[in-house]
């Protein structure tokens, strides 16, 4: 089992910067892949970046490249979205997830953090 805590929500302007924390504890070393994910309301939740945690290569979502890095530390199992020149269209619930394999369905989420963009 994994347990996972995502952080750093808020309330931001437009062109404004946040972190986003994802702390996962449990059986952590059976995690081949963690993701954020973000949904608005009425929307399905869409994809936005990810991290193979064994070979370290990153996926993004071409609505968020160039302004989202997704990165981690390996000694507190803490995985970061970092998020600059944000835009209102950025405002969603951000959820991070975790799967034990590189490809598939996401096995643990979060309970999300509210990100919220004003113009």
């Known amino acids: 089992q994994v347990h996972i805590v995502e952080s750093g929500g808020g309330l931001v302007q437009a062109g404004a910067s946040l972190r986003l924390s994802c702390a996962t504890s449990?059986?952590?070393?059976?995690?081949?892949?963690m993701g954020w994910f973000r949904q608005t309301p009425g929307k399905e939740r869409e994809f936005v970046a990810a991290m193979n945690l064994r070979a370290e290569n990153t996926y993004y979502a071409d609505s968020v490249k160039g302004r989202l890095t997704i990165s981690r530390d390996k000694v507190t199992n803490t995985v970061y979205l970092q998020m600059n020149s944000l835009k209102p269209e950025d405002t969603a619930v951000y959820y991070c997830a975790a799967r034990q394999s590189s490809l598939g369905v996401y096995d643990y989420w979060g309970q999300g953090t509210q990100v919220t963009v004003s113009s």
């Open positions: 449990g059986h952590t070393s059976m995690i081949y892949t």
